[in-house]
């Protein structure tokens, strides 16, 4: 039997009445928005909760255009992202990296970009692109919305700002007339594994561009806008400053190594934007 109770609420309110209830009770929710993380950590018994809250049946599958934004709910995929003609357009980056998400086909109908965030782990590929787009995470509980920058959302590695009666409605990112050039590059051992380093590139009126390293701190680490020439030793200097509590390392690869091939990942999602025409 199962250790814990499943409920699929209609509607996010109804989400987070169930969390607040749960909360208020004593017990532990769990919150899926895709589960491709959650799941296997339930079957490994690396999360205990008393209550299973599933969004699929609470509305949160839509990419809606706004003036000034558009909205990617919680349980938006990243095949959903691929096959959205709006995100195509106008936040391309977004569309590039959902192309490239390791796992194939069976991922990207699963996984969200919702879920990427709350899981928060430093060298995914959802964070640092986050970032770069300057994405808002779009809060809710019992007590109402609450709209967050992503670089405040995400506090440290596994670590988000959510208390435990709140859960990710959507994902917010702001879109001007005319989509940015963009650039990103990833390195991996292997196709199937998760990346090391991450670097997400967004064109300036500044000469260069801004670059956001994932994978080498444990929260994403913005660059300054950057012309390409300068970029190795912008990185180099950006690093050497990090303080050493904030350095990222994992099984995959440790600090050292991050550091070393940060510099190239950098200068590659640097050159893609200058590869694509204005």
Same mark, same amino acid.
């Not at 990419?63 to 000034?68: A, I």
């Not at 959802?126 to 787009?133: D, H, M, N, R």
């Not at 594994?193 to 300036?204: G, M, Y």
């Given at each position: ?17 169930? %969390? ?24 490994? $018994? ?8 599933? %969004? ?27 096959? !959205? ?55 809710? !509980? ?49 196709? !199937? ?20 390293? $994932? ?16 970029? $190795? ?5 950006? %690093? ?13 690869? $440790? ?24």
């Amino acid at each position: 039997m199962s250790p814990y109770r499943t409920v699929l609420p209609p509607d996010p309110a109804a989400a987070a009445e169930q %969390l607040a209830e749960t909360v208020t009770g004593g017990g532990t929710p769990l919150v899926i928005s895709g589960g491709t993380l959650a799941v296997p950590a339930l079957q490994r $018994g690396e999360l205990t909760p008393t209550v299973l809250v599933d %969004l699929h049946r609470a509305g949160l599958d839509t990419v809606v255009l706004h003036d000034g934004y558009v909205e990617i709910g919680a349980t938006v995929t990243y095949q959903r992202i691929l096959d !959205s003609p709006a995100l195509a357009e106008r936040v391309p980056l977004l569309h590039r990296v959902a192309g490239g998400i390791t796992g194939g086909i069976q991922i990207r109908n699963q996984a969200t970009v919702a879920g990427a965030l709350c899981a928060a782990r430093p060298q995914s590929d959802a964070p640092a692109t986050a970032v770069a787009l300057g994405a808002r995470v779009v809060v809710r !509980s019992v007590r109402g919305t609450r709209i967050v920058p992503v670089e405040e959302f995400l506090t440290g590695a596994g670590r988000t700002d959510l208390a435990a009666d709140e859960l990710v409605e959507a994902v917010r990112i702001p879109v001007g007339p005319a989509p940015r050039r963009c650039g990103y590059a990833k390195l991996k051992f292997a196709e !199937s594994s998760w990346p090391v380093v991450t670097a997400a590139a967004l064109a300036t009126a500044a000469p260069g561009a801004t670059v956001v390293l $994932g994978g080498v701190a444990v929260t994403p680490l913005r660059l300054p806008p950057t012309p390409p020439d300068r970029i $190795g030793d912008v990185v180099a200097d950006r %690093l050497a400053r990090l303080p050493p509590e904030q350095h990222w390392s994992d099984l995959r690869a $440790g600090w050292a190594y991050r550091r070393s091939v940060a510099p190239t990942l950098a200068a590659r999602a640097l050159a893609a934007v200058a590869e694509e025409h204005p």
